[in-house]
């Protein structure tokens, strides 16, 4: 009997592919920074203002003008249905 060799990935591999995965898995009906037109990411505080618009963190930064609320973003687009798939498995 021979060893079985695992291939092993990079964490940095990881984090890309989990990066990607959750970017794709987005619905286009999410709310998007009326700055950058980019989604939030879970964590991320954004700034929401008295005529509606809404600023992630990164444009909340650079602009003057205060906000009515932050609020911190705590789930994912799909709520509990999010999960980790798995997207390429390894030699037994």
Known sequence: MGIAMR??????DLERA????GVEGRGQE???????SRTPLIGESVAHYDDGRMRC???RSV????????????????GPRSRVRVIRQLPT
């Open 57 to 59: 963190e990164l444009c």
């Open 7 to 12: 291939k092993t990935i990079d964490e940095a």
């Open 63 to 78: 602009s003057r003008e205060k906000p009515v609320r932050e609020v911190l973003v705590k789930h994912a687009p799909d």
């Open 18 to 21: 989990l990066l990607k995965q």
């Open 30 to 36: 999410q709310r998007r920074c009326d700055g950058c």
